[in-house]
């Protein structure tokens, strides 16, 4: 593994397809986001109408609709690479395998920055939570969070790639693993909405990079193991 | 070789005094469970869980840890032989973990007075136990002949994730009696006879362990022989 | 002897568990055992059918 001009360039030409084709389709963009506007509206349905309950699950909610999120997503991309049996391919054409790695899991992140940003006026509107005080903050904490959904789920994605029960294999894999993470976003999500500053959650944000930084440099480092014939 | 008589490797003697040592390990264990250890103040007798309950909850650390290194190596050098010792691994870990979880509600509710609490300890297990045998499941639908280096892979991240999710659970919630094994500043705040009684049922545990894992292994490595011959087989009547 | 029902059922279920799974691998390992000594044999007549058959062509 060694980021030159070429793994960028690489890493970069498939991102850019991959873009491209999901700007002509839309079709996990519109997929993800869907899904997520479902999770939090029948969530609204199950907590039922005490505002100060309400507000307590907010959080947690909003997590757990970009946590689905994430698996529909990847499901929807991997389901696309098995149709066209496209990532042998690319994988025959790359000589860093990691490349191809760095470009899915990029992809996926602004999937979920966008999905996200377009949810937030939504679940600000539906939970009655006012997020403008601290928005940048939550921004942080998002991207930061996204991170981590992606490698790992990217990650896993690939490996359940050529499984015949891949739809149920995903989540089963990717849920568990990612507990750290979500715990750590959604509390420090819930400690913003609750009018805390980024600085009272410096616990959480450094676990959340900790929880990135690991999986990012594991999956670069083995991706080449796994995908080699 | 009609007949003639199995020239015996004083090896393969070892496997039945293995099985021996282990059988006198577990009774030495549970003598000194009932009979030589204490009954405990405050808790009374449930308190006799504790040994054989930490000895499964380390044993299952101790086999999640053979999961991480040997899919390392997996990983590394492709020999089936550290493949079939992470399977193997994988499978005895889901087994003590599943023994962790069945009697730790089973101490907690004449303790606690409930038969669950989200606490750091019991909530990690129970993580754990979601990841491994999501690893199993991995390891039995695969069809894919990389199935190995995939399942290897959550060898590897699931170990790493332990103490992401430990540290995440402490920061979430915090029940669980403060670990009485040893204590900060290297006391140990168990009396001699409990610690001693502790040891032998860890001991006793380990060399199970190490027992069963050879037995996995065997059935892991004929699993593989049966497929060769298989293919062998097909080979000979439609090749 | 207050709560020696929990103190009973968990080393029941210990052992139980324990003994259950040494019985899994015993019988999967024979069950292993009897398939590779049919193939093998099976093999063995194949190899031997493939042979005559060369024999019985020349």
């Known amino acids: ?58 959080a947690g909610v909003l997590w757990v609709a970009l946590l689905f999120a994430t698996v529909i997503g990847l499901q929807r991309a991997v389901q696309m690479e098995g149709e066209e049996d496209c990532l042998q391919g690319v994988l025959l054409a790359v000589q860093d395998r990691s490349a191809l790695f760095l470009a899915k899991a990029l992809a996926n992140m602004i999937y979920l920055l966008v999905v996200s940003g377009c949810i937030l006026p939504l679940f600000a ?78 616990d959480y944000v450094i676990l959340i990079t900790v929880f990135d930084v690991v999986f990012l440099v594991l999956a670069v480092l083995i991706f080449d193991y796994v995908v080699e014939e | 070789m009609a007949g003639g008589e199995k020239k015996r490797h004083p090896l393969s003697l070892w496997p039945g005094w293995y099985a021996t040592l282990t059988y006198v390990a577990m009774v030495a264990a549970l003598w000194c469970i009932f009979v030589y250890a204490p009954t405990e103040k405050a808790q009374g007798i449930v308190q006799r869980i504790f040994y054989f309950h930490v000895s499964s909850a380390m044993t299952m650390f101790v086999a999640f840890f053979v999961v ?16 079939q010792t992470a399977m193997s691994a994988a ?36 993580v754990l136990w979601l990841i491994y045998v999501a690893y199993l499941m991995l390891r039995a639908d695969a069809t894919d ?9 959550l060898g590897i991240v699931g170990f790493i994730d332990v103490p992401l999710i430990r540290w995440s659970i402490e920061k979430w919630r915090n029940l669980h009696p403060e670990p009485v094994v040893v204590q900060s500043g290297g006391t140990t705040g168990l009396p001699p006879a409990m610690m001693l009684t502790f040891l032998v049922s860890l001991a006793a545990f ?34 | 002897m207050k709560n020696f029902w929990y103190l009973f059922s968990a080393y029941t279920i210990i052992w139980t568990a324990l003994w259950a799974y040494v019985v899994y691998l015993s019988q999967a390992n024979r069950a292993l055992k009897q398939d590779i000594e049919a193939l093998r044999a099976q093999l063995d007549n194949a190899i031997a059918a493939n042979d005559a058959s060369k024999k019985g062509s020349v």
Request: net charge positive; aromatic share 12%; with cysteine.
């Open chain 1, 1 to 58: 593994m060694s980021v030159n001009g070429a793994f960028v360039r690489q890493a970069g030409a498939i991102l850019a397809k991959d873009l491209k084709t999901e700007w002509r389709a839309r079709e996990i963009f519109t997929s993800m986001f869907v899904f997520t506007v479902l999770v939090v509206v029948v969530f609204q349905f199950t907590i039922g109408s005490n505002p100060a309950l309400i507000r307590e699950v907010a």
């Open chain 1, 125 to 202: 509107l539906w939970f009655r939570v006012d997020l403008t005080a601290s928005l940048p903050a939550l921004g942080v904490i998002l991207a930061l969070g996204i991170v981590g959904l992606s490698v790992l789920g990217t990650l896993f994605s690939l490996i359940v790639l050529n499984i015949r029960m891949r739809e149920v294999m995903l989540p089963l894999l990717f849920l568990p693993v990612s507990v750290p993470l979500l715990i750590a976003s959604v509390y420090a999500t819930g400690d913003l909405i609750d009018g805390k500053t980024l600085a009272d959650l410096r």
């Open chain 2, 68 to 83: 991480f290194v040997a899919s390392i190596i997996y990983l590394w050098k492709h020999a089936d032989w550290w493949d």
């Open chain 2, 91 to 126: 499978e005895l870990g889901v087994l003590f973990c599943t023994l962790v979880l069945i009697t730790g509600p089973i101490w907690g509710r004449p303790i606690w007075g409930v038969w669950w609490t989200w606490d750091p300890t019991l909530t990690l297990t129970l």
């Open chain 2, 145 to 153: 002949p990389r199935r190995a280096r995939f399942a290897a892979v």
């Open chain 2, 206 to 239: 380990l060399l199970l362990f190490v027992f069963l894992l050879r037995q996995r292994m065997a059935v892991a490595r004929r699993r593989h022989e049966l497929e060769v011959l298989r293919h062998k087989v097909d080979e000979a009547l439609f090749g």
